[in-house]
């Protein structure tokens, strides 16, 4: 009776034991997922920051180009219309030099 019973707690005994292991074995198995999935988490979230970023990058690029040209545009029609005012200017100019040499002429 006595070495049923000790017999009994000695296998109970390995039963937990080969329980721990296991238990032990699940929970390394599991971090180690854990620990994987967060690692592609962390590689996910980086390639995505990256791809934000240099769609930024690329928008903003694409908006400073597309305001250059429009300063340009502004800058070429004001140029374009100060050279016609200075044309126009230009005949009056022409006419006062001819005028005050024609009066410097006749004095």
Same mark, same amino acid.
């Given at each position: 009776?006595?070495?049923?019973?000790?017999?009994s707690?000695?296998?109970?005994?390995?039963?937990?034991?080969?329980?721990? &292991?296991? /238990?032990? #074995?699940? %929970?390394?198995?599991? @971090?180690?997922?854990?620990?994987? +999935? !967060?690692?592609?988490?962390? *590689?996910?979230?980086? &390639?995505? /920051?990256? #791809?934000? %970023?240099?769609?930024? @990058?690329a928008?903003?690029?694409? +908006? !400073?180009?597309?305001?250059? *040209?429009?300063?340009?545009?502004?800058?070429?029609?004001?140029a374009?219309?100060?050279?016609?005012?200075?044309?126009?200017?230009?005949?009056?100019?022409?006419?006062?030099?001819?005028?005050?040499?024609?009066?410097?002429?006749?004095?």
């Open positions: 009776m006595k070495t049923e019973v000790l017999k707690i000695k296998e109970t005994e390995e039963e937990y034991k080969s329980m721990i &292991s296991t /238990a032990h #074995e699940e %929970k390394k198995r599991a @971090i180690a997922n854990s620990e994987q +999935e !967060a690692g592609n988490l962390i *590689a996910k979230a980086n &390639s995505d /920051a990256e #791809e934000y %970023k240099n769609k930024r @990058i928008d903003a690029r694409a +908006e !400073a180009a597309k305001q250059y *040209a429009e300063i340009v545009k502004e800058g070429e029609k004001r374009e219309a100060l050279k016609k005012n200075a044309a126009s200017n230009l005949d009056k100019a022409v006419e006062q030099l001819v005028s005050q040499f024609k009066v410097k002429v006749n004095v």
